[in-house]
């Protein structure tokens, strides 16, 4: 009995590793022509997380943030929204404008929409990301890892502090984390198994 259980958290943890890198992603890219530029490939190593809402009408409504971004012709390659489920708005390959003027703390680099990929969190400055949104995010950035050699995970205010104030709310300690348990947690079915 006591190796049954055993053997079903393995299963349990491995395919919590096995989903994690495999979130459900609502595909958008069609009707967004605007606020990129397309490309046969590029260089990736930064992540840049943002949040985003609308003013008026329903604060969380993809589809009214999308009519923003249009609006400004600006784009990132993923949006959360409040459910946590994710929507692709660009191609992980094509550039985003979703950075703007901004420079990498760690080393200065500069337009680092060439060499990031953007994700959207569906919150305000009074209303802090959801459980969901969090869960979806890591899963998210985990499955990106398995694209590209991400050196850098940032917030938008990181990267333009004299412009952005952006992600709000965001709770890095919480957000590491969670990426480190699912680390271990995906080590543990390896090492087990
Ligand atoms: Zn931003």
Redesign the pocket.
């Known amino acids: 009995m006591i190796m049954r259980i055993f053997c079903s958290l393995l299963v349990s943890f491995f395919a919590a590793a096995v989903f994690a890198s495999s979130p459900e992603i609502v595909d958008y890219t069609s009707q967004i022509k605007f606020g990129h530029q397309v490309k046969l490939s590029r260089t990736v190593d930064v992540i840049v997380i ?3 809402y609308c003013t008026e009408g329903d604060p969380y409504n993809v589809e009214h943030a999308i009519a923003v971004f249009r609006q400004y012709k600006v784009a990132s390659h993923y949006m959360i929204d409040r459910q946590g489920t994710v929507y692709r708005l660009v191609e992980e390959k094509d550039i985003a404008y ?1 950075a703007g003027r901004s420079v990498l703390p760690q080393n200065g680099r500069k337009m680092l929409n060439r060499t990031s990929i953007g994700i959207e969190l569906l919150n305000s400055p009074t209303d802090p990301p959801t459980e969901l949104q969090y869960k979806s995010l890591v899963d998210l950035v985990k499955d990106i890892k398995t694209r590209y050699p991400i050196n850098y995970i940032v917030g ?1 205010n990181n990267i333009a502090p004299d412009r ?1 104030t ?1 992600p709000w709310l965001f709770d890095w300690p919480k957000f590491n984390g969670m990426m480190h348990e699912m680390d271990q947690n995906a080590s543990m079915a390896v090492i087990k198994n």
């Open positions: 943002h949040s985003t979703q938008h952005k952006d």
